[in-house]
């Protein structure tokens, strides 16, 4: 677990909530820190705050995203309007949690990124001009790969795995976020209207009232 974070009290509450879930947490202060700990290891999931004092976190989810980094990233900052949380997620994050939060909560989003991990037993999954090869993390639009976040994956995985059906969207809130909130329904949106913005608009139906499906 990578935590970017350069206030000393939050970097101490957070890695003890996350110890006690068996996390292994290495701090980076800063992104220069940052960037170094991503390029000599691998994490499961990144809790990046935003205001960090080389740079935006934002500009640097929005960069390592295009760079291929599919690791789930939980933002976790101060800066809690609505305006700051779309950008938070159009930047390439999967989940935001604003300050002050509660450790429990914290603990349970963490958990809910790393819930339903990837199905490398799927088969490779073609739909028009799209196409998915789930183990080897590769999504292709006309033959042009294009970047799929840790989230956006699970969510493209839950749905071809049952082409052709309707999932529910209370059973994607609760397989990815643990709830129904308000915050998350608005998650969901963003995700769904990304992977549309990627895969391409027909990828993903809505089914009014019940949830979303594809063909």
């Known amino acids: 677990m990578l935590l970017v974070e350069d206030h000393k009290e939050v970097v101490e509450v957070v890695t003890r ?19 170094a700990a991503i390029a000599t290891s691998t994490f499961d999931a990144i809790v990046l705050d935003l ?26 900052t101060a800066q809690s309007a609505v305006a700051t949380r779309v950008s938070g997620l159009d930047s390439g994050a999967d989940d935001f949690l604003p300050k002050p ?3 429990a909560e914290l603990r349970a989003r963490v958990r ?7 199905n490398h037993t799927m088969r490779p999954f ?37 082409a052709g059906r309707v999932v529910r969207r209370s059973e994607i809130l609760e397989a990815f976020w643990g709830d129904r909130a308000e915050s998350s329904e608005a998650s969901l949106e963003v995700l769904v209207g990304r992977i549309r913005k990627k895969l391409g608009l027909a990828f993903i139906r809505t089914v009014r009232g019940e949830g979303y499906a594809t063909d």
């Open 51 to 76: 205001g960090l004092p080389d740079g935006s976190g934002l500009a640097w989810c929005k960069r390592v995203r295009g760079e291929g980094l599919a690791t789930p990233i939980l933002v976790l």
């Open 126 to 162: 073609m739909s028009r001009d799209v196409q998915l090869d789930f183990s080897a993390r590769r999504a292709l639009v006309g033959g042009l790969e294009v970047p799929l976040t840790a989230r956006e994956w699970k969510i493209v995985e839950m749905l071809t795995s049952r």
């Open 17 to 35: 909530a996350l110890v006690k879930d068996e996390h292994r947490v290495l701090a980076a202060r800063s992104l220069d820190e940052a960037d």
């Open 101 to 103: 939060f509660a450790v």
């Open 112 to 118: 809910a990124l790393g819930r339903r991990a990837p």
